[in-house]
């Protein structure tokens, strides 16, 4: 099994700063990367920003030089987000690409999701 545990939304001002968590634990192998997505009502969910190395990070264009993703560790991801606006409202999902063994398939594991809601 396989557990998420995603920390850090809220309710914020636009302009704003809220830094989320995901931290992975359970039946890890490996994990090859950490994403973040985010779904606002009635529309799809979409990709805000993901890493699998220190040169392997990409962003949605929308949160470029507002929104940063790093990981600390093997397990941890976080993502920095700054300049807050009211669009950025959504439930912000955690998302890993896994191994359970070294030859194994890749998997992928989503969060609970975590509201932010950002007010003008």
């Known amino acids: 099994q396989v557990q998420l545990v995603e920390s850090g939304g809220g309710l914020v001002q636009a302009g704003g700063s809220l830094r989320l968590s995901c931290i992975a634990s359970g039946s890890i192998f490996s994990i090859n990367s950490m994403g973040w997505y985010r779904q606002a009502p009635g529309k799809q969910r979409e990709l805000v920003g993901s890493?699998?190395?220190?040169?392997?990070i990409s962003y949605a264009e929308s949160v470029k030089g507002r929104f940063t993703i790093s990981r600390d560790n093997v397990k941890t991801v976080y993502l920095q987000m700054s300049s807050l606006k009211p669009e950025d409202t959504a439930v912000y999902y955690c998302?890993?690409?896994?191994?359970?063994?070294?030859?194994?398939?890749?998997?992928?594991?989503w969060g609970q999701g975590t509201q932010v809601t950002v007010s003008s």
């Open positions: 998302n890993i690409v896994y191994r359970t063994r070294p030859s194994g398939n890749d998997y992928t594991y």
């Open positions: 890493i699998a190395g220190p040169g392997s």
